[in-house]
């Protein structure tokens, strides 16, 4: 049996004269006068392939999700994803269930921005219904999907920068996150299971307080932004491990069905929310960051962008809040004050039909598609007249995006795949549903 | 309504059933189901029409067993910011199978497997036709069925019974374990019950 040498660039790869970073195969060179610098190795392993599982309890696979990945020497030759570990039959549940009763369900959907998943749901059945919510309504549920994006995103950033080897701008990420889980908690009550939106308005109002502390988030929280900007976006180590990974072409993102951030950093531009506007969208000023090149440090830029425009966004919603109620004036629908259900007898029977009942939706069906953190959310309600749908379904971003993981990934190093796997930004809740 | 369906009728004539207006804005279009793989085809390559983008595919059964399923595609035309949702019928007695969707867009690929699994519905030329959701070897059904129960059909010490009993391989399946060149080392019985394609199904409840 001969020996062969193989010569490993093992250096960082660093930056070309144009100041782009250089990224270095590291696949081995037969090099057959060898001399000082290269290592020997044993054998040709090439033609055996390597059966590799990873998960379904990994951390790199950001939740219970199982990959089968066939390699050869270090290349992924196939992959193959399991789902399913924890499928918990959400939308089979919505059917047993009265409009309002299905909100609390969407907290464990996407349960990294459950108040965007909240919204989706109310938007869809308050569209069945034919309901017109209130302007401070819209208001304040554009600021519980924008602080849902920066959440989703930052927890984004940081898990995937710990994947490639960046612990710092994970600190940074997790306590601005932190930041506005506070304000969360002090608006809705809870960090998770938020179940903020009502079908024709909101749990609650806003509490004292809370306008200022958001105003004050965003202020600062472009500052942490550039830092983790510096750190990253110009790191060769970053450039070197995210650039030409994971490529999709814009031909293949639309035919993948991929959507948000993902669809958008193949060059793209379809925003729900400027292309089908939902709750005013329209009206703010605000920016739809398009890559360019479909890879992986293209959806780093073009998440990081929009955490910079959800914080204009908040800044201007912040400062157009109008007065008034939350809730549509329509006793059918809206619960009654406790104080007058107690005393009064009407607002005693639309509380006692209410609860008991549920509210009634016209037979029909409708879509609605917000632009979540991850991607399209969608809510698809039918309806055969009452009070329970006969059939919900979400159409889940993440679902759908990581669907195009095994096209992205074949090819690539088996390092690339933790980082392509990463880029898409899965979370499992949303997935298995 | 979209004046997507006017060109569907002159083009398919009686394969475009009815159409309306859903609450939501947007136009439903029912197709026959022996030519919804044309449409499907016209409708994404016809260039002013462009439907380019999947959006979802999913089914509906409706609580009347009279009515039958439905086999939705929401489809999007990116260029036109246009969106049209096309509908299949299926009677409960008759064939559950449409065409696949899936040399039109890829995207359809595991929305079809997630259909197939809830409902039941095989997708003809489909090239992966496997559960997604629920494992393998899930031998209650199909879940979002209304004839199947909430709680499942199995009761859940029968549940129990069968996870404990369930043969560890069969978490791999036959292709995963031939890439691993595993598959001869099996034992004789395994290897035969794999081949049957039963991967590690256990028996029906007593």
């Known amino acids: ?433 | 309504m979209n004046p997507t369906v006017e060109a569907l009728r002159a083009t398919f004539g009686d394969a475009i059933g009815r159409a309306a207006v859903a609450r939501d804005g947007e136009t439903v279009v029912y197709v026959r189901a022996d030519r919804l793989a044309e449409v499907l085809r016209w409708l994404h390559d016809t260039p002013g029409e462009a439907y380019t983008y999947l959006v979802d595919v999913t089914a509906v059964e409706y609580r009347d067993r009279e009515r039958p399923l439905e086999v939705v595609y929401f489809l999007r035309s990116l260029e036109r910011r246009m969106d049209l949702r096309v509908k299949v019928e299926l009677e409960h007695e008759g064939d559950l199978s449409v065409d696949s969707a899936v040399p039109v867009w890829r995207g359809a690929d595991w929305l079809e497997r997630e259909v197939y699994d809830m409902f039941g519905i095989t997708f003809r030329g489909h090239p992966d036709l496997r559960r997604i959701l629920m494992w393998e070897t899930y031998a209650e059904g199909h879940p979002l069925r209304k004839d199947f129960p909430l709680r499942g059909r199995f009761s859940r010490a029968e549940q129990v019974r069968q996870a404990l009993k369930a043969n560890p391989e069969a978490h791999y399946s036959m292709e995963e374990l031939s890439i691993a060149e595993a598959y001869e080392d099996l034992p004789a019985d395994m290897r035969e019950r794999l081949a049957r394609g039963e991967r590690g199904r256990v028996p029906e409840p007593e």
Request: one cysteine or more; a negative charge; aromatic letters at 8%.
């Open chain 1, 1 to 433: 049996m001969s020996r062969r040498t193989v010569e490993f660039t093992l250096a960082t790869p660093g930056l070309d004269p144009q100041g782009r970073p250089v990224r270095t195969p590291l696949t081995g060179v037969r090099d057959d006068t060898a001399d000082a610098g290269t290592v020997a190795v044993e054998p040709d392993f090439r033609g055996e392939h390597l059966l590799v599982n990873i998960g379904p309890q990994h951390p790199a696979t950001h939740g219970v999700l199982r990959l089968v990945v066939e390699l050869d020497g270090e290349t992924v030759v196939r992959v193959i994803p399991h789902i399913g570990y924890l499928h918990s039959g959400f939308e089979k549940l919505g059917e047993y269930r009265h409009y309002n009763q299905i909100i609390p369900l969407t907290d464990r959907t996407d349960y990294l921005a459950p108040m965007a998943n909240n919204v989706g749901v109310a938007l869809a059945a308050e569209k069945l219904m034919g309901i017109e919510i209130t302007p401070r309504c819209k208001v304040l549920r554009v600021i519980a999907c924008e602080m849902s994006r920066i959440i989703s995103h930052l927890v984004w950033l940081g898990t995937t920068s710990i994947d490639l080897g960046a612990f710092t701008p994970f600190l940074w990420a997790f306590q601005e996150r932190e930041r506005i889980y506070d304000l969360q908690e002090m608006w809705t009550g809870a960090r998770l299971t938020t179940s903020l939106t009502r079908v024709g308005g909101l749990m609650a109002d806003v509490p004292e307080g809370f306008v200022e502390g958001l105003r004050h988030f965003t202020r600062t929280f472009p500052r942490t932004l550039a830092e983790i900007d510096r750190v990253l976006t110009r790191s060769a180590v970053w450039a070197g491990r995210t650039q030409g990974i994971g490529v999709m072409t814009a031909e293949e993102a639309i035919n993948y069905s991929l959507s948000g951030p993902m669809l958008r950093a193949s060059g793209v531009p379809y925003d729900v929310r400027k292309d089908k506007p939902y709750l005013d969208y329209d009206t703010y000023d605000f920016e739809v960051p398009v890559g360019e090149h479909g890879d992986v440090y293209d959806r780093y830029l073009v998440r990081l962008e929009e955490c910079h425009q959800a914080n204009r966004i908040l800044a201007q919603a912040l400062d157009r809040l109008p007065d008034g109620p939350i809730n549509v004036d329509d006793p059918r629908v809206i619960l009654p004050p406790k104080s007058r259900a107690m005393s009064d007898m009407e607002a005693m029977i639309y509380h006692f039909k209410q609860v008991m009942e549920g509210i009634r939706a016209p037979v029909g069906e409708a879509y609605v598609g917000i632009e979540n953190p991850k991607g399209e959310l969608g809510n698809y309600f039918v309806s055969d007249g009452s009070a329970k749908p006969v059939r919900w379904r979400i159409r889940p971003p993440a679902f759908i995006n990581l669907s195009a993981l095994p096209k992205m990934a074949e090819g690539h190093l088996l390092s690339d795949l933790i980082a392509i796997n990463a880029s898409v930004d899965i979370v499992m809740g949303e997935v298995d549903r």
